[in-house]
């Protein structure tokens, strides 16, 4: 081209993303809150997967949790309290091109969000949700949530919680067309790590259920987990996450489980003590709503298949 050196090159060089690349700020939780730890895998896994800022999503909705999307360095909803799916199912039908993530607390999806959370588990679109659970409203002051164990101490109910907890993992896995359902806790980084890439490879709706530490208001509740491994399960076998020697010789308690089976995943659901971590259920072979949703963009498979590498704009369609 007429006025370019020869040696010049029009060529634009392939970009290259560190975890600085997704960090939008000091988050500002309490230390040693165990928020910190999932955000920061959260952005591992994107780093890892070099999957650009501008290509990516966070979606909350209302708690200490949902100020996630505040912290990241990426496209991002901070929606109402409960509506985290909604919002998110709206995005995803649009921009499948997408990388998705959803944020949500044991009050924001177990409480008031618990209509929407029976109908995102249906839909089965294609995003990756983790439920932090610290059994307590934390953001508005220490008030009972659906997943408080009998006798949590509260703001609304200072001689104990009387009634029994929700279990996320039963009521997910009795729910039509649920394709995938894990567990972890946010104090072995390298178990986290592992279920979260394992939700972020799966297509359809992922999701993880995180033990989270609350240092303000419920600090104490898993002390005992944290000091003795063998209150917790590892989900072995075929389809199980797979960690490095040094962290699976930590667990003493194992359980052969088939991540394909239903059945079998409800019953490891039921069980509490030990507290079963890594993948439940697995079912790749579920319906994904959101490939009917493009066909109202019209676009075919192949258009779908090119916005999501970068090939064609969706706004041009």
Known sequence: MFGLKADWSLEV???YFTLEDYNDGVARWCPGCGDHT?????????????????????????????????YMNTYGFHGLHGRAFPIAEGIRARRPDLTMF??????????????????????????????????????TKKQTSPTSRIGLKSNTHPRGSVLPPLNPAAA??????????AQTVDWNSAHLNAVLEAAFNHRGF????????????????????????????????PGSVKLDPSVDRMFKNRVEHNPKDI???????????????????????????????????????????????????????
């Open 38 to 70: 999932i955000l920061t895998a959260v952005q591992r896994i994107l780093r890892d997967h070099q999957v650009p800022p501008e290509k990516s999503m966070v979606v909350s909705g209302i708690g200490c949790s949902s100020r996630f999307p505040h």
């Open 102 to 139: 959803v944020i949500t607390g044991d009050g924001d999806c177990c409480s008031i969000g618990a209509g929407h959370w029976v109908h995102a588990v249906r839909y089965n679109m294609d995003m990756t949700v983790i439920m932090f659970n610290n059994e307590i409203y934390g953001l």
């Open 13 to 15: 060089q392939n970009r």
């Open 206 to 237: 992922s999701f993880v259920h995180v033990l989270q530490r609350c240092t303000a208001f419920t600090s104490y509740l898993f002390d005992g987990m944290q000091a003795d491994p063998n209150t917790l399960a590892l989900l072995t076998g």
């Open 172 to 181: 997910t896995l009795g729910m039509s067309n649920a394709s995938f359902f």
């Open 263 to 317: 059945h079998a995943a409800r019953r490891v659901a039921e069980q509490t003590d030990p507290f079963p971590i890594g993948i439940l259920f697995q079912d790749e072979t579920k319906p994904v709503y959101n490939d009917h949703t493009v066909e109202g963009l019209g676009m075919s498979v192949e258009d779908k298949l090119k916005a999501m590498n970068g090939v064609i704009d969706l706004f041009s369609i």
